[in-house]
């Protein structure tokens, strides 16, 4: 696939939902993260704070969001996850709005009450045990897999070196 994800993205309708809140509208419960949950794809929900690298505002210390796993460091029980946002526009950056991948909510009607963007700008890289202590949605679709795994291959936002301890960089 020559086309870089600007295009892609550029082929799509999607209308863009800016300032609605991912989270409250369905209280919807999932089950508690297992072990075998921990996998390349896998949707997490689960509460972070700044510590994880999470930039809080208005007062808020911890906020739930919900994650992509991108893989795991066996040896530090590390686990690379992409956080998805209820809207691409806050990113005044061409180069990292260009990162950011839709999630339709056709595709994962699920857990997300609208189409949203994964941000393929940053890892966040979260312990293990923490993610154990989250709910499991579901997974990424094979094809939305694949072409965010190849966004995150082409994007220089993240280093060659983390690329390749959680597997990026050689699939």
Request: with cysteine; proline share 2%.
């Amino acid at each position: 696939m020559k086309e870089d994800l600007k295009d892609q993205l550029s082929k799509l309708d999607i209308v863009n939902n800016n300032n609605v809140p991912v989270t409250g509208k369905k209280n919807r419960r999932f089950q508690l993260v297992q072990e075998e949950n921990i996998e390349r794809g896998s949707v997490i929900y689960l509460p972070l704070s700044g510590s994880d690298g999470l930039v809080l505002a208005n007062g808020y210390r911890t906020r739930n969001k919900f994650v992509v796993i991108i893989g795991v460091m066996d040896e530090e029980y590390i686990v690379g996850a992409l956080l998805i946002n209820s809207s691409s526009g806050k990113f005044t950056n061409e180069k990292l709005r260009n990162c950011q991948y839709p999630m339709r909510k056709e595709s994962y009607a699920s857990f997300l009450d609208y189409t949203s963007w994964l941000d393929c700008s940053m890892l966040f890289q979260i312990p293990k045990h923490k993610i154990l202590l989250g709910e499991y949605c579901g997974k990424l679709t094979s094809e939305d897999l694949m072409l965010v795994m190849e966004c995150l291959r082409r994007t220089d936002t993240i280093s060659i070196n983390v690329k390749k301890a959680f597997r990026i960089s050689d699939i």
